[in-house]
C-alpha cells in the first residue's frame, strides 16, 4: 500500500506542546502552526502572503522546521529554536533559495542552510 502524499494528508485538530512535536515527519496527518502551543505569531502568519498554510515538518537538531506552501515553488521555511529565542527563514524560489543560517553566512542551497541548522549547538 502507498503512503498518501503529503499534500494530500490531513491537518490534525491535536494540540502539541513543545515536547511533543515528533522528530520526524508523520505519514498519517500534517500538524498546522496553530496546533503548537508556544507558536509565535511570526509563525503563525508565515503563509499569509502565500496564501498557503503552515505545516510542521520535522526537527533538525535544536529546531523545529515548518513550511508555508509547497516543497518545490514559492515556499518559506521557518525554523524555530525548540525554546523559542530564535528563529531563521529560508525562501525557496522553484529550486533554488536563499536563507540566512544560525552560523551566519546567507545560503542559496536549502541542503546546506538545513546543515547549518543541524551544526548549530
Known sequence: MKATPPHL???TDQVFETG?????PQRDYRIPAAGW???PAELLSLGDDLGEPV???RRI???????????????????????GST?????LHGRTGTGLGPDGRTHKRFRTWKE?????E
Open 20 to 24: 511533543q512535536l515528533p522528530s520526524t
Open 9 to 11: 494528508r490531513p491537518f
Open 55 to 57: 505545516e510542521y515538518k
Open 61 to 83: 537538531g535544536r529546531f523545529l522546521l515548518w513550511r508555508a506552501g509547497p516543497p518545490v515553488g514559492e515556499a518559506t521555511y521557518m525554523a524555530v529554536a525548540d525554546d
Open 116 to 120: 547549518a541548522l543541524r551544526d548549530d
Open 37 to 39: 502551543t508556544d507558536a
Open 87 to 91: 528563529s531563521y527563514r529560508f525562501y
